[in-house]
């Protein structure tokens, strides 16, 4: 990893969850230097008192980095996201309202703030808890003008503080209720996208996979196949066997379908349980199964189908008739070079009949 990509890491740490939170703090913390450098301009233009306006800057700034401390170690602190939004929250209020009080004839423009920690709030907030905070800022900034208005009417006429803090509930109860409303639009959206993705998932599955043994289906297998022709084949060549399941329509005509059934099951979970990781297994049609090895000479291929005998030849199904055994056929054909699967499938369907007409549970090869 380079410096760079370390540093990013020491300060954002690696959680994606983590990042997030303080890519917002950032956002934040770019609007509070917005506000600082604003609340210079005042002092500049003879508006705010310097001494005030730098205790307030000096108190922003401390909060923003003391925040961050918080959310870079909130797991270690075991402190939850909500609640430092909340908490990030009312100090943004806090500092309003003090900007109000300090900012004299520009006291106004500043309310402008609350509205926007009100929109953030939507970003971390359930819409319960952004109306809570709502009512908190208008609640501190109503008492504040309150107390402004009752100790220097002259520079606070009550009248007018009456009407603007008219207008900021007006602008802030708004502001909550279209917030709200996008959190839980957006929380829908997220909704329909985690349904929509597992629809996806089901339905790429049932493209994939037999319903009834779980094995990869005939479809999917020609795009294996496909794809291991297109495969440029290291060391051994591939091979393919095509097995069918001894006897399987008298199981059926005795027994019933829903045996017959879970023969299929059983016999597919003892089969794949044989193979090696990079081997394949396919239900190619009725009881009938394709095999695929890759990179297995005809002696690696023989041990899987052997060790796949044996486990096959170990099941024991309720209700099949007493001594009655699982066996399968197979005929084993080695991929030629250049050969397509589709003339060793071929080959190792003739070979699978061999192993039918002399006496079936056993292996041919092609």
């Not at 503080?161 to 109860?173: N, Q």
């Not at 030629?336 to 071929?346: H, K, L, T, V």
Request: with cysteine.
């Amino acid at each position: 990893m380079s410096a760079l990509g370390q540093l990013g890491c020491a300060l954002l740490g690696r959680e994606p969850v983590l990042r997030r939170m303080l890519t917002y703090w950032a956002a934040t913390a770019l609007l509070y230097a917005a506000c600082i450098a604003l609340l210079a301009a005042q002092v500049y233009a003879g508006h705010t008192l310097p001494g005030p306006a730098a205790l307030l800057a000096a108190s922003g700034a401390a909060g923003m980095l003391g925040f961050y401390v918080l959310i870079r170690f909130s797991r270690r602190l075991r402190l939850a996201p909500e609640a430092l939004a909340i908490v990030q929250a009312l100090f943004a209020i806090g500092c309003g309202m003090w900007c109000y009080a300090i900012s004299g004839p520009m006291r106004a423009a500043s309310l402008t703030m609350a509205i926007v920690t009100i929109a953030f709030c939507a970003f971390a907030l359930r819409p319960r808890q952004t109306l809570l905070v709502t009512g908190a800022a208008l609640a501190g900034m109503g008492a504040a003008m309150w107390q402004l208005s009752s100790g220097d009417p002259q520079r606070f006429p009550p009248a007018i503080e009456a009407m603007t803090f008219g207008y900021l509930a007006a602008a802030l109860l708004s502001t909550a209720v279209l917030t709200s409303e996008m959190t839980k639009l957006r929380k829908h959206m997220t909704k329909k996208r985690l349904e929509l993705q597992e629809a996806f998932e089901t339905i790429r599955t049932l493209a994939t996979i037999d319903e009834l043994t779980l094995l990869t289906n005939r479809r999917h297998m020609n795009e294996l196949l496909a794809s291991e022709e297109r495969r440029q084949p290291p060391g051994a060549g591939s091979c393919v066997a095509l097995l069918d399941i001894d006897l399987f329509k008298q199981v059926n005509d005795e027994h019933g379908h829903a045996l017959g059934d879970t023969v299929l099951r059983e016999f597919a979970l003892a089969a794949r349980g044989a193979l090696r990781a990079n081997d394949t297994l396919a239900r190619w049609g009725g009881e009938e199964f394709l095999l695929l090895l890759p990179d297995a000479a005809p002696h690696a291929a023989r041990a899987v189908m052997e060790r796949m005998a044996a486990r096959v030849a170990a099941l024991r199904i309720d209700g099949l008739a007493p001594g009655r055994r699982i066996s399968f056929s197979a005929g084993l054909a080695e991929r030629r070079p250049g050969e397509p699967f589709s003339e060793a499938i071929n080959r190792a369907d003739k070979a699978l009949y061999r192993a039918k007409a002399a006496g079936r549970d056993r292996l041919e090869l092609a």
